[in-house]
């Protein structure tokens, strides 16, 4: 009797902790009809790799929302409705076919992470100008977007902690990293910068670099 009661206190607890635990975890939809049933309670909304077919202005209705991916998703321009999502603190844009990000990106200003990986027609420049308004952005990756010169103006990134530029074309360290002094961590691997560049670059501060 002692027996099955200690082996069925081990199981209430260990599914009192599996219940417990899997609340801490938000829940992540992949389809917007489910998502809509209860919008209110949806904080991370993974749309990658499908035809948006709905209306935009849905998107609103997910006022916790804190993760959005709209990857591969062929989009011409970024939703405008994007910019009424102030919880949003991770955004992924990338592999979409627009040139530059709205003019009012900036009202994101609880955004942290910005994704913007294999945008060929990205206007680098003017997106980082854009970008310069955001107060929260600590995390940008620029992946496989056939880059082979990093604007100067990429320096106006001051409060910046994560920069990805890998498989791209560059053929030197940007100059203009060694202004970004709140820059901590630089992934560039996979680009044209010869093993005698990288072993003789050093690095100012307290930045890291994975070549």
Not at 41 to 53: A, F, G, M, P
Not at 170 to 181: D, G, N, Y
């Amino acid at each position: 009797m002692k027996k099955s009661f200690f082996l069925f206190c081990i199981l209430f607890a260990t599914i009192s902790y599996w219940a417990q635990d899997s609340t801490s975890i938000p829940f992540e939809y992949h389809n917007i009809e489910e998502a809509l049933k209860f919008p209110e309670k949806v904080l991370r909304l993974n749309l990658s790799n499908q035809e948006i077919s709905f209306a935009p202005q849905l998107l609103k209705k997910f006022v916790n929302l804190e993760y959005l991916s709209l990857e591969n998703d062929h989009l011409s321009q970024v939703p405008d409705v994007i910019l009424e999502i102030k919880s949003l603190r991770i955004l992924d844009l990338s592999g979409n076919d627009f040139t530059q990000l709205p003019e009012l990106f900036y009202q994101l200003k609880n955004l942290e992470e910005l994704y913007l990986n294999d945008e060929k027609n990205l206007n680098l420049r003017a997106t980082i100008n854009t970008l310069s308004r955001l107060p929260k952005l600590k995390s940008l990756h620029l992946e496989n977007d056939r880059i082979k010169v990093l604007p100067e103006n990429i320096s106006k990134l001051k409060d910046l902690e994560s920069l990805y530029l890998s498989q791209n074309e560059l053929k030197a360290i940007p100059t203009s990293i060694v202004k970004m002094e709140g820059l901590k961590y630089l992934e560039i691997h996979h680009n044209q910068i010869s093993s005698t560049q990288q072993k003789s670059y050093d690095p100012s501060g307290n930045m890291m670099i994975k070549f």
